[in-house]
């Protein structure tokens, strides 16, 4: 009732198949029966496609926002996340893991590998390396937050570039060649055309936060061009916004949020009394900032899109991830309006500095290359938004 299957193997380590109820683990030399149901052949498809050797990937950062939605993606996409953290914007959970991974480990029903570690630790890094064969890296792990930079620029260098610096040795060491890379559409600076397109010029970054995207984007790329077997994607975020379906994770910034929209979440939950609207003389239709959008769950796809492209040796490549459509801040009170059903309460003030007028994306390249679109609109971005914050008010913490 077992059939034998011709499996590619890589010699040296441990790696682990994800087929059904359970999984085997093999070693040089060792023979293999897979003790499991025979799975019935799928029409019009070869048997030899259906088994694949399930790849270790690094995750930094990745009990963050977007990176613990990466994980759980990654997992349903047959990949073995090992994810690292410092804990600079994430909970502490049970079993020595982070809430959002814990959780994460519950809507998918599988172990979840976790090391706390800073990417600033380059002995850390080593170890981890040699305990683990990674086939490529997501790297999200770094400071974040557009107001934040402009108060405390020197900070945001060093855990940003000197962090990112000490991956890409660490990765060169131990043979590592591929990345994924978390930008930011804050590289475009003010735009000179709407909308953005990935050959728009990068570098008039308005803000520190946006100007270490940039410094690292170029090192990849120089790198990349050094050094022909590296293959990396970059990936420019615009908005990210949302949480899982289920509501068990989602964003939970430490603090006063410093993005729209967990504040305006936190204001209809009751959290917070109003809302800061900073400006509403920009030239927009109803003179508040205009942006890109995007639900969490569908930037996380773009980054499974993205880890296939690797496959392909392609070098550098650059991708926009948004949805194409800009949305203002009043819009977008008004769609959680309609999402949570209360009155959001708010107050216009001066702008802030490193604000500018409109940012959104041509996401064309992305769906073109990587076979990726975006696939939620904003009713539902606010709808599961909304469903997180009614369910975790006070986000992982019980505080």
């Known amino acids: 009732r077992f059939g034998h299957v ?26 293999l029966l897979l003790k499991g149901p025979r ?33 759980l993606e990654l997992v349903e996409a047959g990949c073995i996340p090992v994810v690292i953290d410092n804990f600079h914007n994430a909970i502490r959970g049970g079993d020595a893991l982070p809430e959002s991974l814990q959780r994460v480990q519950e809507i998918v029903g599988k ?12 002995a850390a890094l080593q170890e981890l390396f ?8 997501m790297h999200f792990a770094g400071l974040k937050a557009v107001g934040e930079s ?29 990345i994924v890379f978390s930008s930011s559409a804050t590289v475009y600076g ?17 803000n520190p936060y946006g100007k270490s995207k ?16 590296w293959n990396a994607i970059l990936l420019r975020y615009f908005n990210p916004i949302g949480a899982h379906e289920s509501g068990r994770i989602g964003e939970d910034p430490q603090g006063i949020p410093n993005n729209l929209m967990p504040y305006v979440a936190q204001v209809a939950v009751g959290r917070r009394e109003y809302l800061s609207v900073f400006g509403d003389d920009y030239k927009t239709a109803d003179g508040t900032g205009v942006r890109d959008y995007i639900h969490v769950v569908d930037l996380a796809k773009g980054h499974i899109a993205a880890l296939k492209k690797l496959k392909e040796n392609c070098g550098c490549k650059i991708y926009n991830l948004g949805t194409g459509c800009g949305y203002s801040v009043l819009q977008m009170i008004t769609a959680m309006e309609k999402a949570s059903g209360r009155e959001i ?31 939620f609109g904003l009713d539902k971005m606010c709808e599961d938004l909304w469903r997180w914050q009614v369910q975790n008010p006070t986000g992982f913490s019980n505080n």
């Open 111 to 122: 172990k979840i590998i976790f090391q706390e570690l800073d990417i600033l630790d380059e």
């Open 39 to 71: 799975h019935r052949r799928q029409p019009g498809r070869a048997q030899s496609a259906a088994v694949r050797m399930a790849e270790k990937i690094l995750v930094t950062g990745g009990a963050g926002y977007i990176g613990s939605h990466c994980v």
């Open 150 to 178: 402009v108060q405390k620029p020197l900070e945001y260098y060093k855990v940003n570039l000197t962090g990112t610096i000490r991956l890409l040795e660490t990765m060169k060491a131990h043979g590592v060649r591929d």
């Open 345 to 375: 309460k708010f107050k216009v003030t001066a702008r802030r500095e490193g604000d500018i007028a409109a940012c959104y994306a041509d996401p064309a390249l992305a769906e073109q290359e990587l076979g990726w679109k975006a696939a």
């Open 190 to 206: 003010d735009p000179a055309y709407l909308p953005l397109d990935e050959n728009h010029p990068v570098g008039g970054c308005t």
């Open 6 to 31: 011709a499996i590619p193997y890589r010699e040296g380590g441990s790696d682990t198949f994800p087929w059904g109820s359970g999984c085997v683990s093999l070693r040089p030399g060792v023979g």
């Open 130 to 137: 040699k305990k683990h064969h990674f086939s490529a890296v």
């Open 214 to 229: 940039y410094f690292i984007e170029e090192m990849i790329r120089d790198l990349c061009k050094a050094e022909k077997d």
